[in-house]
């Protein structure tokens, strides 16, 4: 999860004033004409942001920017590696890997100090070779493809970090059709899914890391390029996709993660050259486009069926968005300056967007949590027993022993239970989210209550997931113990996001982008619950071992606002009044 971007001090002027409602213009540090095509966001590192560039035909140029800071600074960089770029996977600040796909010194590279050398790994792809994706589902597992060399697609995988690489065998991959080839960074990538499509309409697919595949013709044909992009493992979309792509009538949908596919007729103007889905929401995507009579970027907030203008009249390239108020785009750079879009407009498709956002960096390690934000004005974290529990055994350690993102974490071990004030939402849709790590040999837990006072007197709990030895999460949801398992890794940082929509009841539980759960919310955890959000609870439970884990990146974000009922209902073939001559009314 990416820190929200700071208060930027000094602005840069923008250098046209139509993007200065919404978005921040800054230097990206490459030459005039040129854009950024691809942005990839830190693997590990949320505040590190890389960036591919293209020249203003859309073509991939060798040469690359990077910020360190959320994107608020950013400086240039060109390769002293292969040829002819086809993208880029960022690691944290300081690591990248780049995938080269021009002569016998294509293949793929591998930077750890910033972009300054680029290294050759594995000894993959050469003279016949175009290699064109390059993805890492972790720090040890990646996946690599080319275009077919000896009658199959050219794919690899890897389980050491990238320092070595192995082709994924012929019969594990669908052959291609006449003259089928794939694209420069056409691919999506979400937990162990993987998909990319080719110039003959298809979508290959892979549920396991890339080495087993499945390949479907989308209902756009095999005269088309189609690019596949996903917001989770299951849904997802495929557009056509090239250099000159403006506004587009359809795309083709998914929700069996690319085995079938359908097409949809889209309403408005959808700007259809790039799309990025916005994570956190329901169905919320961007499309834009740099291509005259076209420019601007769009939104849809149902999955592509309805879309609506964000920005209109100025070249928006690769929109890159960590949720639906927190982004990145490019455009031209001009006169030397600009070139970077930091989004600056209130969160796309509704709600208010982060409420709390809490990285825990403005805390000194080794003093405790409660009792340090209690006098900094911050009201939000309590202990269970109230504030009368700051600084005691409830409270949790600030610490350096283990960090998501930045140096500082909270350790909950001990007899902690720290309770984090969620506002006490009876409507609205929101994600509770935050990245938590169990080392190995301890156990977990968490809950979300419904409602809750300090001492836990009247609490209701919504949900309660305890992380067991063995590597086994279980669920108490729905009035059930356990409502759903799931498998979780040791000495990891999980992403886990609690999805409450008290517009319609329902709640689900995301761990790294897959939904391992979903129910009616005002169940409650044991029956007897209501419909209303009040807090969360990271305890030292010692159900079924010795509690230790860290907590990192917190945020509740409304994704969409409260809906209330009409104040008046009127029928108008019902509805008759009456007025004298010169009267009104309302």
């Known amino acids: 999860m990416l820190k929200k971007l700071q208060m930027i001090v000094v602005l840069v002027a923008i250098s046209f004033a139509a993007v200065a409602q919404d978005w921040i213009e800054v230097n990206s540090g490459l030459a005039n004409g040129r854009g950024v095509g691809q942005f990839s966001v830190g693997m590990n590192d949320g505040d590190a942001i890389w960036g591919a560039a293209i020249d203003g035909t859309g073509a991939i140029v060798d040469a690359f920017t990077r910020s360190t800071d959320g994107g608020q600074t950013w400086t240039a960089g060109t390769f002293n590696a292969g040829t002819g770029l086809s993208m880029m996977f960022a690691i944290d600040a300081n690591t990248c890997w780049a995938i080269f796909n021009t002569g016998a010194n294509q293949g793929l590279y591998k930077t750890t100090d910033g972009g300054t050398t680029w290294t050759k790994k594995g000894g993959v792809y050469g003279a016949s070779s175009f290699a064109n994706v390059v993805h890492f589902f972790n720090d040890n597992d990646g996946f690599a493809q080319g275009d077919p060399v000896g009658g199959y697609f050219e794919l690899y995988t890897t389980n050491d970090g990238g320092e070595s690489w192995t082709r994924v065998p012929q019969a594990n991959i669908p052959a291609p059709t006449t003259g089928e080839y794939g694209i420069t960074g056409n691919y999506c990538g979400i937990g162990n899914s993987i998909w990319y499509g080719t110039n ?56 069996d993660g690319g085995v079938t596919w359908s097409a949809l007729n889209v309403t408005g103007d959808m700007r259809a050259r790039w799309f990025d889905y916005l994570p956190g929401t329901t169905g919320t995507w961007v499309g834009s486009s740099a291509e005259a009579g076209a420019e601007g970027i769009s939104y849809t907030i149902d999955d592509g069926a309805n879309w609506n203008d964000l920005t209109v009249g100025v070249p928006v390239l690769a929109p890159e968005f960590v949720d639906n108020q927190t982004g990145w785009a490019s455009t031209w750079v001009a006169n030397n300056s600009g070139g970077i879009l930091i989004y600056n407009g209130a969160p796309i498709g509704g709600g208010s967007g982060a409420e709390i956002t809490e990285d825990f960096e403005a805390y000194n390690a080794g003093g405790k949590l409660v009792q340090q934000a209690l006098a900094q004005g911050i009201d939000y974290w309590t202990c269970w ?202």
Do not use: C
Request: charged share 15%; hydrophobic share 35%; no cysteine.
């Open 200 to 255: 003959a309409g298809r979508v290959f697919y892979s549920s396991d890391k890339g080495m087993t595949w499945g390949a479907t013709l989308t209902p756009f044909g095999a005269t088309n390029v189609v690019q596949p992009l996903f917001k989770n493992e299951n849904v997802g979309i495929a557009f056509r996709s090239y250099l000159d792509m403006g506004l587009e009538p359809t795309l083709n949908v998914t929700t």
């Open 385 to 586: 027993s109230g504030d009368g529990g700051a600084g005691g055994a409830e409270d949790a350690t600030v610490t350096t022993d283990q960090a998501n993102s930045g140096s500082n974490s909270i350790k909950i071990d001990g007899t902690n239970d720290l309770v984090i004030k969620l506002g006490d939402k009876t409507g609205g849709k929101y994600s509770y989210e935050f990245y938590m790590y169990v080392p190995t040999g301890f156990v977990g837990y968490y809950n979300v209550l419904q409602s809750w006072t300090p001492g836990g007197s009247g609490a209701t709990w919504g949900l309660e997931v305890y992380f067991d030895p063995g590597g086994i999460a279980k669920i108490t949801a729905a009035n059930t113990t356990p409502y759903e398992t799931f498998n979780y890794a040791y000495d990891t940082w999980l992403h886990i996001e609690n999805i409450i929509n008290l517009n319609t009841d329902q709640a689900s539980i995301v761990v790294d982008g897959t939904e391992v759960a979903s129910w009616e919310w005002s169940i409650g955890a044991s029956g007897s619950g209501i419909n209303a959000l009040a807090a969360g609870d990271f305890y030292a439970a010692a159900t079924n071992g010795t509690p230790k884990f860290y907590v990192d990146d917190v945020q509740l974000i409304e994704l969409e606002p409260a809906v209330g009922p009409a104040e008046i209902t009127v029928n108008p073939a019902s509805f008759n009044i009456e007025l004298e001559a010169g009267a009104s009314t309302t």
